[in-house]
């Protein structure tokens, strides 16, 4: 799958190896296997934190994983919070994404 990355006047494109819904059901289902649901963590620790080294999506690319969060507020597991750079935002996950 692809899609035009919108800051690029169709000059660029993403391609998707899995689509951010994919990573979307695998970051939550390793959020709450590891119990951190009701917890806030960095984009920096989803994407490269020591919980994470083992997981399919570590170092995921940051347009796809803003794009995963965008999913998971969408379907209200999950909420984001703005931080000074990218890396800093936040996202907490709720009991209800279980």
């Given at each position: 799958?692809?899609?035009?990355?919108?800051t690029s006047?169709?000059?660029?494109?993403?391609i998707?190896?899995?689509?951010?819904e994919?990573?979307?059901?695998m970051?939550?289902?390793?959020?709450?296997?590891s119990?951190?649901?009701?917890?806030?963590?960095?984009?920096y620790e989803?994407?490269?934190?020591?919980?994470?080294?083992?997981?399919?999506?570590?170092?995921?690319?940051?347009?796809?994983?803003?794009?995963?969060?965008?999913v998971?507020?969408k379907?209200?597991?999950?909420?984001?919070?703005?931080g000074a750079?990218?890396?800093e935002?936040?996202?907490?996950?709720?009991?209800?994404?279980?």
């Open positions: 799958d692809a899609e035009w990355d919108a006047r169709k000059r660029k494109a993403i998707y190896w899995r689509k951010p994919d990573w979307a059901s970051i939550s289902s390793w959020v709450f296997e119990g951190l649901n009701n917890s806030i963590l960095t984009f989803i994407a490269h934190g020591d919980n994470s080294e083992d997981q399919e999506f570590y170092n995921i690319h940051p347009v796809v994983l803003q794009k995963t969060m965008d998971l507020v379907r209200g597991i999950a909420a984001t919070f703005q750079t990218f890396e935002m936040g996202v907490k996950f709720f009991n209800a994404g279980a």
